[in-house]
């Protein structure tokens, strides 16, 4: 039928459509949910137009039908009444009454089948419609939720760096600490050297003091 794949191809090409340039995912899903309203309007206005046609198809097959009943009683009442050339002019219009029954019923069934297309249509795109918009906040909280985890993938990459950063400071801090280490044990050496020059000088001048007294004290034995 060709308005139910017009139909069809007009919402197949808005959703295709919204996919090829999905940029922000929660403004798309509120895009895609504005559209199939809109095409839903289309298709109840469609819906309505060809019910309204099924409407007049079988308005028009049933007053056929009526007037079909009608001349069938008149030829009867016009053969009670011993009349039968006017039974016959009844039954002609009978006749050609059911050539025309017959057009009309195929006019009907197809309008009929029509519309039950475009009822189920306009049905089955209600509640898609609705579940949609049921599923809407899920969606969008998923995407709340990916949002989140995204930001707590780059801050964990932040730390990373901080990470790598605080090792660097604490590296640097050894480093100084051995230069420190290393600066202290050489002023230990070095004072230790010139108390060691100090101590070899005065044992030198001490060791002569004694031998001189020890000397001066031998003379004094020997009275000289």
Same mark, same amino acid.
Request: aromatic share 4%.
């Given at each position: ?75 009867? %009442?016009?053969?009670?009444?011993? +009349? =039968?050339?006017?039974? #016959? $002019? ?8 059911? !050539? &025309? ?22 049905? %089955?795109?209600?509640?898609?419609? +609705? =579940?949609?918009?049921? #599923? $809407? ?8 939720? !990916? &949002? ?28 100084a600490n051995k230069k420190l280490d290393e600066a202290n044990a050489m002023a230990e050496l070095n004072k230790s050297e010139k108390k060691s020059d100090l101590r070899d000088l005065t044992a030198k001048y001490a060791e002569d003091s004694s031998v001189d007294d020890e000397l001066a ?8």
């Amino acid at each position: 039928m060709g308005i139910l794949s017009r139909f069809k191809d007009i919402m197949s090409a808005n959703i295709n459509a919204l996919l090829d340039k999905a940029e922000d995912p929660e403004k798309m899903i509120d895009q895609c949910l504005r559209n199939l309203n809109d095409d839903l309007g289309k298709v109840k206005a469609e819906t309505a137009s060809i019910m309204a046609e099924e409407a007049r198809a079988k308005r028009e097959l049933d007053e056929c039908s009526d007037e079909m009943e009608k001349m069938q009683k008149y030829a009867i %009442k016009a053969l009670e009444k011993n +009349n =039968e050339d006017d039974a #016959r $002019k009844f039954l002609e219009q009978k006749n050609a009454l059911a !050539a &025309k029954q017959t057009g009309l019923q195929q006019t009907y069934d197809l309008a009929h089948t029509n519309a039950d297309n475009m009822r189920e249509m306009h049905r %089955k795109l209600v509640n898609d419609i +609705n =579940e949609l918009e049921s #599923r $809407k906040a899920m969606i969008k909280g998923k995407l709340q939720v !990916a &949002k989140t985890q995204e930001r707590i993938n780059k801050m964990t990459s932040s730390v990373g760096s901080a990470n790598d950063s605080i090792a660097s400071f604490e590296r640097f801090e050894a480093l100084a600490n051995k230069k420190l280490d290393e600066a202290n044990a050489m002023a230990e050496l070095n004072k230790s050297e010139k108390k060691s020059d100090l101590r070899d000088l005065t044992a030198k001048y001490a060791e002569d003091s004694s031998v001189d007294d020890e000397l001066a004290a031998l003379k004094a034995s020997l009275g000289k």
